[in-house]
Nanobody, 118 residues
Framework: QVQFVESGGGLVQAGGSLRLSCAGS????????IGWYRQARGKQRELVAA????????YIEDSVKGRFTTSRDNVKNTVYLQMNRLEPEDTAVYYC???????????WGQGTQVTVSS
């Protein structure tokens, strides 16, 4: 079984940057595509970005395209979400989990809070 621990969130002013980390445990980490999701208060969880198991292919949701990128280091069992030019609308709890057939697997961690002040 794979477990994920997100970190790197915090409070930042609009226009600032943060880099989130998603540390995975388990020997199967490197064979899983990983998705980054966020959930703002009162809203449903949504996919923000995803990366293939090898890291060769990424998906970035339209609302963050050009501002967010994702990468991974399978030696360190870690996936990253680089967030630039943050906007107040990016405020949410950010989660990562394995993705299979386009759907998130139920390996949700505690998430990391990102708050962007205007």
């Amino acid at each position: 079984q794979v477990q994920f621990v997100e970190s790197g969130g915090g409070l930042v002013q609009a226009g600032g940057s943060l880099r989130l980390s998603c540390a995975g445990s388990g020997s199967t980490f490197s064979i899983n595509a990983i998705g980054w999701y966020r959930q703002a208060r009162g809203k449903q969880r949504e996919l923000v970005a995803a990366i293939s198991s090898s890291g060769d292919s990424t998906y970035i949701e339209d609302s963050v395209k050009g501002r967010f990128t994702t990468s991974r280091d399978n030696v360190k069992n870690t996936v990253y979400l680089q967030m630039n030019r943050l906007e107040p609308e990016d405020t949410a709890v950010y989660y990562c989990t394995a993705v299979r057939n386009g759907k998130p697997l139920d390996y949700w961690g505690q998430g990391t809070q990102v708050t962007v002040s205007s």
